[in-house]
C-alpha cells in the first residue's frame, strides 16, 4: 500500500506518527544520540532514550524540542526523517505529504523552522496545525459546531489551553509548562530535603507511579536509588505522593492561572457553553492523578480527562489530514 500522507505529532518528550486507515505507527520518545566526535547519529527514539544519562563522554543524548519548539533545527530534522522513513518502511516510491501538529503559541520563525525541517526531511508538502485544534479533533470535540469548547492539553514542554469555536480558535494562551517542568521540579526538591541526587528517568518514573496534583488520604510510596549529595556514594530512601505533590505546587499553579485567563477573556455566550460541558484534558501529563479535580475546583468549571488522552492530538492530526478540505480554516498549509 502506497502512503501518501503522515500526521505527526512532534512533541518535547515523545514524538507520534499516525498514517490514515492504518493509526498511530511510531510513538517513541523524541531523543537522539549523538557522537561528539563525527557528529554522527547514532540512535533515535527509545534506542536513545535507553542512553539518557548512561553515555560515555563521547556520545551525547540529545532532545532536539525544548518547550514544544524546535531547539536543534539539525537533529530535529535527522529525527523527523527517522520516523518518516520508519512509518513508510522500506522502499520510497514518493514523497508524502506531512501534517505536524505545533503549539497554539508558537511563533512565525518557530513555525517555518518546522516546515522547513520536515520538507528537508523528506515530505513533498508540509501542513501545521495547532495542537490544541488537533487534541480537539482527536478527542471527538464537534470543533465545527457553534458552540464553544474548552480543551487543555498539557503535554512534555507545554501546555496549551484554547476555547473553539466554528472550527478556530477563539481565544486561547500557552504557557512553556509541561511533564518535563514536573521532572525537574521533582528532582529538585529531593536533592533539597533528602540530599539525593537522582536522573531525570528516576523523576519521570516517581511523577508516574505515585505523582497527585492533591494530596492523597491514602499516600503511595516508592523506593528510589540515587546519589547521596554528602558522602557521594549510592542511597536508597523512600519518597510518597506528598513529596510530589509538594514538588509541583508552582508548575500546577501556573497551569491553573493560564486556564483562569483563557476563561476570563471567553465570551459570555460560549463561557456558558464550556459551563454545560466542561473542560477537555488532553496529553500525557493529563494522566497526573487528579490534575482534573484540582482544575474544576479551582475554576469552578468541571473538567474531565479525554479518552487516551496521550494519542488525542496524534488522532487528530491523522483525521485532519484525511479531511483536509474540511479543516481547511483549521490548518497553516505551506507547498
Known amino acids: 500500500m502506497f502512503i501518501k500522507r503522515i500526521g505527526i505529532d512532534l512533541g518535547t518528550t515523545y514524538t507520534l506518527v499516525h498514517i490514515p486507515k492504518r493509526g498511530i505507527v511510531i510513538n517513541e520518545p523524541s531523543v537522539v544520540a549523538i557522537s561528539l566526535i563525527d557528529k554522527k547519529i547514532l540512535a533515535v527514539g527509545n534506542e536513545a532514550k535507553d542512553m539518557v544519562g548512561r553515555t560515555p563522554d563521547a556520545i551525547v ?41 505545533v503549539p497554539a503559541g508558537i511563533t512565525s520563525t518557530e513555525r517555518r523552522a518546522v516546515i522547513d525541517a520536515t520538507i528537508a526531511a523528506g515530505a513533498r508538502a508540509a501542513y501545521i496545525i495547532k495542537e490544541p485544534i488537533a487534541a480537539a479533533i482527536g478527542a471527538d470535540i464537534p470543533i465545527g459546531s457553534a458552540s464553544g469548547h474548552m480543551i487543555i492539553d498539557i503535554g512534555g514542554g507545554t501546555a496549551e489551553m484554547a476555547v473553539i469555536s466554528l472550527g478556530g480558535i477563539v481565544t486561547s494562551t500557552s504557557v512553556r509548562i509541561g511533564g518535563n517542568k514536573f521532572d525537574d521540579a521533582i528532582q529538585e526538591f529531593i536533592r533539597r530535603k533528602y540530599n539525593l541526587a537522582i536522573g531525570e528517568r528516576t523523576s519521570e518514573e516517581v511523577k508516574i507511579k505515585i505523582g497527585s496534583a492533591l494530596y492523597l488520604e491514602d499516600k503511595l ?68 492523578r487528579n490534575i482534573d479535580q484540582l482544575l474544576s475546583r479551582t475554576t469552578d468549571v468541571p473538567a474531565y480527562v479525554a479518552d487516551e488522552a496521550l494519542l488525542c492530538v496524534v488522532k487528530g492530526t491523522g483525521i485532519a489530514l484525511e479531511n483536509l478540505d474540511s479543516y481547511k480554516r483549521s490548518i497553516f498549509a505551506t507547498k
Do not use: C, W
Open 61 to 101: 543524548a540529545i532532545k532536539p524540542l525544548k518547550d514544544g519548539v524546535i531547539a536543534d533545527y539539525h537533529t530535529t530534522e535527522a529525527m523527523l526523517r527517522y520516523f518518516i522513513n520508519k512509518a513508510l518502511g522500506g522502499i520510497r516510491l514518493f514523497r508524502p505529504e506531512v501534517m505536524v501538529a
Open 221 to 288: 510510596t516508592m523506593e528510589i536509588r540515587g546519589r547521596d549529595m554528602i558522602t557521594g556514594l549510592p542511597r536508597n530512601i523512600t519518597v510518597n505522593s506528598d513529596d510530589v505533590t509538594e514538588a509541583i505546587q508552582n508548575e500546577l499553579e501556573a497551569i491553573i492561572n493560564a486556564a483562569k485567563r483563557v476563561l476570563q477573556e471567553t465570551p459570555p455566550e460560549l463561557a456558558a457553553d464550556i459551563m454545560d460541558k466542561g473542560m477537555v484534558l488532553s496529553g500525557g501529563s493529563a494522566l497526573l
